[in-house]
């Protein structure tokens, strides 16, 4: 059974940086493309980043770009977002997810997200 | 502001059938078939209920439907149950810019 668990979120200030976690179990990373979405409190879904089931392309949100990072521990199962330079329009619930296919865009399985609060 | 327009609120009483619309753009809900629909519970992580504008995901009732007609997507639930009360979200490739992006979300009450 597919299951996807988050962490690594927490309380940051404006400039800083987190490594959110996202261990997966019950499939391969080498089979699916993974996504990372957000979700601001009481706001719209926002889609973050997105790796290639290779691992060869990895994309990013505009608002984004040149601040996060993704990289994947393959024997441990674990993506990884690298949050760097953080401001306030940050702060959100951040999940994994997993594509249907390779890069459908299709979320098919989800975590259940991990909380990250920039604040002075 | 979201790329996709939805609607910010719909509803319906129980039984009767409800349309959800997504706008888009040439570049994105008009240019490819990657469409989905997701619905999210308070509290809850989203799911998926559509994708490639019309297929359902295992165990998803055939209450939920989906179509799109050039740059508009839609979303149907038909026989409305208190369960579906929920936000949806539509979704969509993009290609460029931000690849996929999302709509605002709609939030459907069951009277």
């Known amino acids: 059974q597919v299951h996807l668990v988050e962490s690594g979120g927490g309380a940051v200030q404006p400039g800083g940086s987190l490594r959110l976690s996202c261990e997966v179990s019950g499939f391969k990373f080498t089979d699916y493309g993974m996504h990372w979405v957000r979700q601001a409190p009481n706001r719209a879904l926002q889609w973050v980043a997105f790796m290639k089931y290779d691992g060869t392309g990895k994309f990013f949100a505009d608002s984004v770009t040149g601040r996060f990072t993704m990289s994947r521990d393959q024997p441990k199962n674990i993506l990884y977002l690298h949050l760097n330079s953080l401001t306030v329009e940050d702060t959100a619930m951040y999940y994994c997810?997993?594509?249907?296919?390779?890069?459908?865009?299709?979320?098919?399985?989800w975590g259940q997200g991990t909380l990250v609060t920039v604040s002075s | 502001q979201s790329a996709l327009a939805q609607p910010p609120s719909a509803s319906g009483s129980p039984g009767q059938s409800v349309t959800i619309s997504c706008i888009g753009s040439?570049?994105?809900?008009?240019?490819?078939?990657?469409v989905s629909w997701y619905q999210q519970s308070p509290g809850k992580a989203p799911k998926l209920i559509i994708y490639?504008?019309?297929k359902r995901p295992s165990g998803v009732p055939d209450r939920f439907s989906g179509s799109k007609s050039g740059s508009a997507a839609s979303l149907t639930v038909s026989g409305l149950q208190g369960e579906d009360e929920a936000d949806y979200y539509c979704?969509?490739?993009?290609?460029?810019?931000?690849?996929?992006?999302f709509g605002g979300g709609t939030r459907l009450t069951v009277l």
């Open positions: 040439s570049t994105d809900v008009g240019a490819y078939n990657y």
């Open positions: 490639e504008v019309y």
């Open positions: 997810a997993k594509d249907l296919f390779y890069a459908s865009g299709a979320l098919g399985d």
């Open positions: 979704s969509a490739y993009a290609a460029s810019g931000d690849i996929w992006v």
